[in-house]
């Protein structure tokens, strides 16, 4: 794979995730490994592009104005790496990610961040239907627990494995991190 023609993606790896009101995740070690990959990202000096979720309600834990609009810590951006805010699940919807990416000669995206059946899996959807050769980075993006329509209750282990199921071959490739830096870090 050409080495300028990628792109790491970190989706909402946000404080708001820290809020109690999500209940248990799994991949405690997500942003670990996003913080690895990136790190190795950063080395090759390759194209790092931030979304950060942004709701437009002052109660929300997305709000900018609240503490959990921020980067968390672990995977700060530095100067020069691109950030864009988004409103919707979609990374693409109402944003200039494509355009980004376009510009940059990027034919394969590299995703990571949270939460797997929402914003990421959105995400890797649309990428994939946008002809990127997608990515998606199973241990460093995590799920919370949900109910579903019968309020019948899924673990956040169980949500997380089947979205990745569902993105599989079918929008996206998956893979660990030691599975990425193995086989395209080099």
């Known amino acids: 794979m050409d080495e300028k023609k990628k792109a790491l993606i970190l989706i909402d790896v946000q404080k708001a995730f820290d809020d109690k009101k999500w209940g248990e995740r799994n991949n405690l070690n997500a942003e670990v490994n996003i913080s690895k990959i990136l790190q190795l990202w950063r080395e090759k000096g390759w194209l790092v592009i931030y979304i950060q979720h942004m709701?437009?309600?002052?109660?929300?834990v997305f709000h900018s104005m609240?503490?959990?609009?921020?980067?968390?810590?672990i995977v700060e951006p530095i100067?020069?790496?691109v950030m864009i805010t988004k409103k919707v699940n979609s990374s693409f919807i109402g944003t200039n990610l494509e355009?980004?990416?376009?510009?940059?000669?990027?034919?394969?995206?590299?995703?990571?961040?949270?939460?797997?059946p929402h914003c990421v899996s959105t995400t890797a959807r649309?990428?994939?239907?946008?002809?990127?050769?997608?990515?998606?980075?199973?241990?460093?993006?995590?799920?919370?627990g949900?109910?579903?329509?019968?309020?019948?209750?899924?673990?956040?282990?169980?949500?997380?494995?089947?979205?990745?199921?569902?993105?599989?071959?079918?929008?996206?490739?998956?893979?660990?991190?030691?599975?990425?830096?193995?086989?395209?870090?080099?």
């Open 126 to 144: 649309m990428s994939g239907n946008l002809g990127f050769s997608t990515y998606l980075i199973s241990d460093a993006t995590a799920a919370f």
């Open 99 to 116: 355009e980004q990416l376009k510009e940059n000669e990027i034919s394969t995206v590299i995703i990571t961040g949270l939460t797997t």
């Open 55 to 60: 709701s437009d309600n002052p109660n929300s």
């Open 146 to 186: 949900l109910k579903d329509q019968n309020d019948r209750f899924y673990d956040a282990e169980t949500i997380h494995n089947i979205s990745l199921a569902t993105l599989h071959d079918e929008f996206a490739t998956i893979l660990t991190t030691e599975q990425l830096i193995k086989d395209f870090i080099k």
């Open 66 to 73: 609240n503490e959990g609009f921020a980067i968390k810590d």
């Open 79 to 81: 100067k020069d790496e």
